[in-house]
């Protein structure tokens, strides 16, 4: 098994104990350190050249949003991917976030094994966004959006059967494959095949994507 080499920088000492005590001991995570200001994890990065960075917006010297295109824009950093971790969900710091070059976006409330599947999803390559952050990603999106999208996106959510819209549902809601397979009675892999079978139907790459196009087209709350 090929491990997901992860650092965090974050100054909440409580955070950092928390997130160490829940991530470091798993068989696909390989935890190379922590750092509590912005210069500090830096020099962390540079010297690990980690998958993901899990990092806080508010740091005491260098905020997220800075050390993202500090990052982004380091030539030795490329294949680093950035995961924020943050209380800060207001529109501003959302896309600020993403406009820096940020991969993913997770509230600190998030629970640890949405935490995982957020590190994965990222370090593959996908967006991964907290289902607080998709609805302030998603009114963005609204109003910049062309006039004709909305009926497609309609036209093609039309095909989705009942049980995909129930499992769309819970995508919505933050919810994982184990939680959507317990709550609905269902196994995991019945799960996963619902979920392969939303992300055609509404040409989405990732859950986030479909999350947006389903909240988007009104057929998820």
Known sequence: MTKIRVVLIEDDDLVCIG?????ENLPDIDWLGEANTGEE???????TQPDVAIMDIGLPDVDGIELTKRIKASPTLQRTKILILTLQNEETSVLEAFQAGAN?????????????E?????????????????RIVLAYA???EKPDSQHQTEKVSSS????????????????????????????????????????????????????????RSGLVG
């Open 142 to 144: 609204k109003r910049v």
């Open 118 to 134: 957020a590190i994965r999803a990222t370090q593959a390559g996908q967006a991964w966004i907290d289902p607080a952050i998709a």
């Open 41 to 47: 994890g830096f020099q962390l990065l540079e010297t």
């Open 19 to 23: 997130l160490k005590n829940a991530l």
């Open 160 to 215: 989705l059967t009942d049980r995909e819209l129930e499992v769309l549902q819970l995508i919505v809601n933050g919810n994982s494959n184990a939680d959507i397979a317990e709550k609905l009675y269902i196994t995991v892999g019945t799960v996963k095949t619902h979920v392969r079978n939303i992300l055609t139907k509404l040409s989405a790459e990732d859950r986030t994507q479909a999350a947006v196009h389903a909240l």
């Open 104 to 116: 993913s976006y997770c509230m600190k409330n998030i629970r640890p094994d949405l935490l995982l």
